[in-house]
């Protein structure tokens, strides 16, 4: 497994670093569940918005380690809880998910007033990403 490379960063960029839809995994007593979430990536990270009470975060509660699969690419992480979406500490990531989900975040679907509306932020620590034809196999964490 190599260093994530400036052409597979590039890769990640342009493929994830807008509105896209990604497989999550978790477990739960050893049974593994599966959903598609709305994510954003960012700098070796994808995000989310979903709610803190919710299934998968009570998963990922008891156990922080996910995978996760998009287009042409396979990883595995460790699920963080960012907190409230509306905080403070948050307020740069949020900003950017508002754009990158502009078409539908403001849709309904989520109650922003409410503090269990967070931000999930996947820290990728390997994967394998396919683009034409080259296989990067990569260590996010060097």
Not at 12 to 28: C, P, Q, S
Not at 63 to 84: E, Q
Not at 102 to 112: Q, R, S, Y
């Amino acid at each position: 497994m190599e260093k994530m490379t400036k052409e597979a960063e590039k890769v990640m960029i342009e493929r994830f670093g807008k509105d896209n839809v990604i497989a999550l995994a978790t477990t739960d007593n050893g049974i593994p569940y599966v959903r598609s979430v709305n994510a954003f990536y960012e700098d070796r990270a994808f995000y989310i918005i979903t709610y803190g009470l919710s299934n998968k975060m009570k998963q990922i509660e008891n156990n922080p380690v996910v995978a996760i699969s998009g287009d042409w690419f396979t990883s595995h992480g460790k699920g963080v809880n960012l907190g409230y979406f509306g905080k403070e500490e948050n307020s740069d990531i949020a900003e950017k998910l508002r754009k990158s989900f502009a078409e539908w975040i403001d849709n309904g679907h989520n109650n922003f007033d409410d503090v269990n509306t967070c931000i999930l932020c996947i820290k990728l620590t390997d994967g394998v990403l396919l683009s034409h034809g080259t296989r990067y196999e990569i260590d996010f964490c060097n």
